[in-house]
């Protein structure tokens, strides 16, 4: 019996790469987008009193709003948004670094996916509750996918770090 063997043809394997790169730029830069704008967003008054009550009811963080006004809270978590997002934006040139930021989003996002269990309200409760989700219910779950994407830059930077090749060691 004979076995019949296909190899990519070279214009599917460069569409495929060209895929791959957009695909990586557009994960990659369109995270930074989103935690970059949510963490300018909480220097808003709007934003601070947003997140509020998510914090105020989670036991993780609630006793943050017994040293930080609801304000000066918001204010730091930009900074850290902010931080994160730039972090996570410098991969080409400092992969480690964007590693960190990767790893501050996992924790991040982790940290609002807690509130869709600890938040009153999540579940619309006109249509039974949970897992009908309420408007709240609604912007906290997509930091599911926005975890994921935060996984997928971690290893994507630690990629990065392992085909780097190590400096030579500074002449004594």
């Known amino acids: ?19 791959d790169v957009a695909a990586g730029l557009l ?9 970059g704008w949510i963490g300018a967003l909480k220097f808003t008054s709007f934003e601070a009193n947003g997140i509020q009550p998510l914090v105020a009811n989670s036991p993780l963080m609630s006793w943050l709003y017994t040293i930080f006004s609801v304000q000066t809270f918001s204010s730091l978590l930009g900074v850290v948004e902010i931080t994160v997002a730039l972090l996570i934006a410098i991969k080409p040139v400092a992969p480690k670094l964007s590693a960190i930021g990767s790893a501050g989003a996992i924790g991040l996002f982790l940290a ?7 938040t009153p309200g999540v579940g619309e409760a006109s249509a039974g509750g949970f897992p009908v989700l309420s408007s709240t219910g609604q912007f906290l779950i997509k930091d599911v996918a926005l975890l994921g994407l935060s996984a997928w830059t971690l290893a994507d930077a630690l990629r990065a770090v392992r085909a780097r090749p190590n400096p030579p060691l500074a002449a004594a």
């Not at 019996?1 to 895929?19: D, L």
């Not at 994960?27 to 935690?35: K, W």
């Open 1 to 19: 019996m004979s076995t019949i063997t296909t190899h990519p043809s070279t214009e599917s394997a460069t569409t495929n790469s060209g895929i």
């Open 112 to 118: 609002t996916i807690s509130f869709l269990f600890t």
């Open 27 to 35: 994960a990659r830069y369109g995270l930074v987008v989103v935690i």
